[in-house]
Nanobody, 124 residues
């Protein structure tokens, strides 16, 4: 399984970006997640989408501004980011869990595969 993240860039505060994660396999059966890592900080959970419509989850810091979606036909998993803030600056990673079970959706250890990351920089 390969994941390719794209869509990052430099935007002003208040702006929007749409990140996309392209998967080499059929992600309809997978737990999909987005994480981010700011300079000098640990990687943190951003959002996740369970398979088969079993639930969508967001970190409190992004809820209401970030929206995830998946296109099972295209095998893509997107993250729409609105009202960007300087504290959203980070490398964003998509991740997939292909196992049926494997821990909490907000835990890095629950995911089997990771994309290479895409940089989001928000200027104030």
């Amino acid at each position: 399984v390969q994941l390719q993240a794209s869509g990052g860039g430099l935007v002003q505060a208040g702006g929007s970006l749409r990140l996309s994660c392209a998967a080499s396999g059929r992600l309809s059966n997978w737990l999909m997640g987005w994480f981010r890592q700011a300079p000098g900080r640990e990687r943190e959970f951003v959002a996740a989408d369970k398979r088969f419509g079993l639930g969508t989850f967001y970190a409190p810091s992004v809820k209401g501004r970030f929206t995830i979606s998946r296109d099972n036909a295209k095998n893509t998993f997107d993250l729409q980011i609105n009202n960007l803030k300087p504290e959203d600056t980070a490398v964003y990673y998509c991740a997939a869990r292909t196992r049926t079970y494997g821990g909490n959706y907000d835990s890095m250890g629950s995911y089997d595969y990771w994309g290479q990351g895409t940089q989001v920089t928000v200027s104030s």
